[in-house]
């Protein structure tokens, strides 16, 4: 299954944004453990936060309590609310389902005053 991912722009420094994940071909409906993934400028692409089928969640130390992933199952979306963003935030964000290698083209987080 393919992702689509949606939510990004320009925030300044403490600002937020809520990203969206959704299927492409098949809807989204929650069965699969997801995960958010980014890429600064430059460096490799990272893990940022994982979602369970039951809710579970678990982040990377640097977002934790300022992000916040979550399930709309009525809308089969995933989100990824973002608050306190950092310029170090700013980056390209992807979901997928975990241990897929089926890349979408991802949203654009830029953090800049």
């Known amino acids: 299954v393919q992702f689509v991912e949606s939510g990004g722009g320009l925030v300044q420094p403490g600002g937020s944004l809520r990203l969206s994940c959704t299927g492409t071909k098949v809807p989204y409906n929650g069965e699969d453990i997801m995960t958010w993934h980014r890429q600064a400028p430059g460096e490799a692409r990272e893990w940022v936060a994982t979602l369970w089928p039951g809710g579970g969640t678990l982040y990377i130390p640097a977002v934790q309590g300022r992000f916040t992933v979550s399930r709309d199952e009525a809308k089969n979306i995933m989100y990824l609310q973002m608050n306190n963003l950092k310029p170090e935030d700013t980056g390209v964000y992807y979901c997928?389902?975990?241990?897929?290698?089926?890349w979408g083209q991802g949203t654009q987080v830029t953090v800049s005053s």
């Open positions: 997928l389902e975990a241990g897929s290698t089926t």
